[in-house]
């Protein structure tokens, strides 16, 4: 079992940045590929739960993005903190959603949500206008 506590989200203005964390806990964080998606009320991709941020692989040499995000977020992870980071830059109001860290017991970096084993809570993001 793992257990996944994101933080770091909040309220900003357009062009602002957020870093959100995920601490994982329970197993060897090394041993698993980790993704943040997003959830939104009225922008859910057909067929899916969660919306692909990113993905990062479990040495941390193998990254994915959403094509529409590539160059404004950065997935990045410290194993020794057991921790995942999701940087993300010049905000804009429909980054507006709830973000989930996901874990999988793999050591690729997977992009579809129904692949990851444990979700955390989320944490919510909000960029006003």
């Known amino acids: 079992q793992v257990q996944l506590v994101e933080s770091g989200g909040g309220l900003v203005q357009a062009g602002g940045s957020l870093r959100l964390s995920c601490a994982a806990s329970?197993?060897?964080?090394?041993?698993?590929?980790m993704g943040w998606f997003r959830q939104a009320p009225f922008r859910r991709p057909p067929g899916k739960m969660h919306?692909?941020?990113?993905?990062?692989?479990?040495?941390?040499?193998?990254?994915y993005y959403a094509d529409s995000l590539k160059g404004r977020f950065t997935v990045s992870r410290d194993n020794s903190r057991n921790t995942v980071y999701l940087q993300m830059n010049h905000l804009q109001p429909e980054d507006t959603a709830v973000y989930y860290c996901a874990a999988a017991a793999t050591e690729w970096a997977i992009q579809h949500d129904s692949e990851y084993d444990w979700w955390g809570q989320g944490t919510q993001v909000t960029v006003s206008s």
């Open positions: 919306e692909f941020v990113a993905a990062i692989s479990w040495s941390g040499g193998t990254t």
């Open positions: 329970g197993r060897t964080f090394g041993n698993y590929s």
